[in-house]
């Protein structure tokens, strides 16, 4: 029997396997040629595994079947995948010290024009497999996934230019609902705002239906609208803030880059816009308005308006002390002021830097002039040790004076940049022909003054009129009619 004859091959019905069985014989003995030959008669061209062959030549055992070749299985596509790319995750921040910020959790993520939000990951195309004869087995791609059903508004669109990526459409606050994503101009907030939601900082307008507590801090690059009051809470819109309740007490500033609208205010400060409207009372409060301000009644506190006052009465029976001030620009005059007081405080700083110089330069010259008198013998001989002492004390008044030289060369060049701010707003503080309109009564005890010079303080109750500055500066008035 030759040896080909004692090797028998079964290929599974499938092509996925290939397997040899040697026969017994007392003729030349199986060899690894012999094998792959009988194999390679059989059609076995894919999967061999030369190694199994060789062990099972070196084992000698016969009747039985072993393994020698394996398929190739196909390998089907992944299916198509998204990335997330917004973290969802808030909690609170810390602060400087290390403790949670209890009042800030970052909960309201911020997304700019542009920015990606979901990424596909495509699905690939699969590998075809292979028999141990050869054939072709085929894969399947994996199933893809439309973008757009991912896409849950306006503010979001697939990217022209990368049809695998949503980008935002404007600048908002992200918002995700189930697996579609969107961004808001508008982002609506259905109770307070307390430890439950943290401080709020945004490029979305913002609806709050509900109050803002104290303590927290609100900040919009667009609208705010506030169902409820504002207690003392740090507030500030770049548009207009709506708040259909009041403003409570509190020293919190509340401001706008364009109109506050609100039913009261009480014994607030500062609350500062372009324009105010306050549909009911003003009590002791401190509001600033570079346009106008209308309300229906105004009693303490403090008014500075750049142009108009609008009210139906000023002040009360009770003749508590009220200070309007119009034709100012009231934002300016605060800068203004603060300017003032960093001036102020830097001409402090100098003066005390100059003080400290002279002390410096005093200590230098009398220790140079001890060191001179010391080295021509005047006085007793320098010992090493006292030499040391001086002109180490020497080193260190050079030092000092140099340092001081810097900080005082730095200070000028602040306290320039701060006159040079101040000389650019002084022409914009004083407005033309402001005005101040009473449509129902002024009472006693309410201070007026129209641009920088004209005063009034009102000793009796006087009704519908309004005061301005005439031809020559001074205050006038006049009946509304």
């Given at each position: 029997?030759s040896?080909?004859?004692?090797?028998?091959v079964?290929i599974?019905?499938n092509?996925?396997?290939?397997?040899?069985?040697?026969?017994?014989g007392?003729?030349?003995?199986?060899?690894?040629?012999?094998?792959?030959?009988?194999?390679g008669?059989?059609?076995?061209?894919?999967?061999?595994?030369?190694?199994k062959?060789?062990?099972?030549?070196?084992?000698n055992?016969?009747?039985?079947?072993?393994?020698?070749?394996?398929?190739t299985?196909?390998?089907?596509?992944?299916?198509?995948?998204?990335g997330?790319?917004?973290?969802?995750?808030?909690?609170?921040?810390?602060?400087?010290?290390?403790?949670?910020?209890?009042?800030?959790?970052?909960?309201?993520?911020?997304?700019?024009?542009?920015q990606?939000?979901i990424?596909?990951?495509?699905?690939?195309?699969?590998?075809e497999?292979?028999?141990?004869?050869?054939k072709?087995?085929?894969?399947y791609?994996?199933?893809?996934?439309?973008?757009?059903?991912?896409i849950?508004?306006?503010?979001?669109?697939?990217?022209?230019?990368?049809?695998?990526?949503?980008?935002?459409?404007?600048?908002?606050?992200?918002?995700?609902l189930g697996?579609?994503?969107?961004?808001?101009?508008?982002?609506?907030?259905?109770?307070?705002?307390?430890?439950?939601?943290?401080?709020?900082n945004?490029l979305?307008?913002?609806?709050?239906?509900g109050?803002?507590?104290?303590?927290?801090?609100?900040?919009?690059?667009?609208?705010?609208?506030?169902a409820?009051?504002?207690?003392?809470?740090?507030?500030?819109?770049?548009?207009?803030?709506e708040?259909?309740?009041?403003?409570?007490?509190?020293?919190a500033?509340?401001?706008?880059?364009g109109?506050?609208?609100?039913t009261?205010?009480?014994e607030r400060?500062?609350?500062?816009?372009?324009?105010?409207?306050?549909?009911n009372?003003?009590?002791?409060?401190?509001?600033?308005?570079?346009?106008?301000?209308?309300a229906r009644?105004?009693?303490g506190?403090?008014?500075?308006?750049?142009?108009?006052?609008?009210?139906i009465?000023?002040?009360?029976?009770?003749?508590?002390?009220?200070?309007?001030?119009?034709?100012?620009?009231?934002?300016?005059?605060?800068?203004?002021?603060?300017?003032?007081?960093?001036?102020?405080?830097?001409?402090?700083?100098?003066?005390?830097l100059?003080?400290?110089?002279?002390?410096?330069?005093?200590?230098?010259?009398?220790?140079?002039?001890?060191?001179?008198?010391?080295?021509?013998?005047?006085?007793?001989?320098?010992s090493?040790?006292?030499?040391?002492?001086?002109?180490?004390?020497?080193?260190?008044?050079?030092?000092?004076?140099?340092?001081?030289?810097?900080?005082?060369k730095?200070?000028?060049?602040?306290?320039l940049?701060?006159?040079?701010?101040?000389?650019?707003?002084?022409?914009?503080?004083?407005?033309?022909?402001?005005?101040?309109?009473v449509?129902?009564?002024?009472?006693?005890?309410?201070?007026m003054?129209?641009?920088?010079?004209?005063?009034?303080?009102?000793?009796?109750e006087?009704?519908?009129?309004?005061?301005?500055?005439?031809?020559?500066?001074?205050?006038?008035?006049?009946?509304?009619?």
């Amino acid at each position: 029997m030759s040896p080909n004859t004692r090797i028998k091959v079964n290929i599974a019905d499938n092509g996925s396997r290939a397997m040899v069985l040697f026969l017994p014989g007392d003729d030349k003995p199986v060899d690894k040629a012999d094998v792959l030959q009988t194999l390679g008669e059989a059609g076995v061209v894919h999967g061999l595994m030369e190694e199994k062959v060789d062990e099972i030549v070196q084992s000698n055992i016969f009747n039985r079947w072993f393994t020698v070749a394996v398929y190739t299985p196909p390998l089907n596509g992944e299916d198509a995948k998204l990335g997330y790319l917004v973290s969802e995750d808030y909690s609170h921040k810390r602060k400087q010290n290390g403790s949670a910020d209890y009042y800030d959790l970052d909960r309201f993520k911020n997304i700019t024009t542009g920015q990606p939000l979901i990424r596909k990951i495509p699905a690939s195309e699969g590998v075809e497999g292979t028999t141990v004869l050869g054939k072709a087995l085929p894969a399947y791609k994996g199933q893809d996934i439309n973008l757009k059903e991912y896409i849950g508004g306006d503010g979001v669109f697939v990217d022209p230019d990368d049809p695998n990526l949503i980008i935002s459409a404007i600048n908002g606050v992200y918002y995700r609902l189930g697996s579609v994503v969107n961004v808001k101009k508008i982002f609506t907030i259905n109770h307070d705002i307390d430890f439950n939601t943290g401080n709020i900082n945004t490029l979305s307008g913002i609806r709050i239906n509900g109050d803002i507590k104290g303590g927290f801090t609100v900040i919009t690059k667009r609208n705010l609208i506030v169902a409820g009051v504002i207690e003392n809470a740090a507030v500030k819109a770049e548009e207009d803030i709506e708040v259909l309740k009041g403003i409570v007490r509190g020293d919190a500033e509340i401001s706008a880059g364009g109109k506050i609208t609100t039913t009261y205010i009480v014994e607030r400060t500062p609350v500062k816009a372009d324009k105010i409207v306050v549909k009911n009372m003003v009590v002791g409060s401190e509001l600033f308005a570079r346009d106008f301000i209308k309300a229906r009644k105004i009693v303490g506190g403090k008014v500075m308006v750049g142009n108009l006052l609008d009210v139906i009465d000023l002040g009360n029976k009770r003749s508590n002390p009220t200070e309007v001030e119009a034709g100012i620009n009231p934002l300016l005059f605060i800068r203004h002021q603060k300017l003032l007081s960093v001036i102020a405080a830097l001409k402090f700083e100098k003066r005390k830097l100059l003080e400290s110089r002279v002390e410096a330069e005093f200590d230098y010259e009398g220790t140079e002039e001890k060191i001179e008198r010391m080295q021509f013998g005047r006085t007793i001989r320098l010992s090493s040790g006292l030499s040391r002492k001086l002109e180490e004390r020497l080193k260190r008044a050079s030092r000092d004076i140099e340092r001081y030289n810097r900080k005082i060369k730095e200070l000028d060049a602040k306290l320039l940049k701060k006159y040079n701010e101040l000389k650019s707003i002084s022409p914009g503080l004083n407005l033309k022909n402001p005005e101040i309109i009473v449509r129902g009564t002024i009472y006693p005890n309410v201070y007026m003054r129209l641009g920088p010079y004209a005063e009034l303080r009102t000793t009796e109750e006087m009704s519908n009129i309004k005061f301005f500055l005439d031809s020559e500066g001074a205050l006038a008035h006049e009946s509304l009619g």
